[in-house]
């Protein structure tokens, strides 16, 4: 991961080694490994809209307009409802998506 996106997890206090959820979506034309994922942060939303979009019952898409790049390989946005928030997280308590995070694939062996 690139420096500057180390340094913004850092800076707003997350452990980047420890995800709530993480999944690999898909291997990019480069190699590299496009994953997904969460985090749960302690804080409010305070501007800005959700990036969630609602297409039918319990089905979004994410507004890519409303996705902030942390860098040119990492993008996030951030989400008011929490999914598998333990009961004893400190509240108020505010979901980190990761809705790109372009990582190199490092193993010997090709991702099948």
Request: charged share 25%; hydrophobic share 40%.
């Amino acid at each position: 991961m690139e420096q500057e996106a180390k340094n913004f997890f850092y800076n707003i206090g997350v452990d980047i080694k420890k995800p709530t959820e993480i999944w690999l979506n898909t291997i990019n034309a480069d190699g590299s490994a496009w994953y997904g994922g969460w985090y749960h942060v302690c804080g409010k939303i305070l501007v800005g809209e959700r990036a969630h979009v609602e297409i039918a019952p319990n089905t979004f898409n994410i507004d890519e307009s409303k996705v902030f790049k942390v860098t040119e390989k990492l993008h996030i946005h951030f989400n008011e409802k929490c999914d598998l928030l333990s009961d004893s997280f400190p509240r108020p308590v505010i979901q980190l998506e990761i809705y790109r995070a372009d990582i190199p694939w490092v193993m010997e062996e090709k991702y099948s």
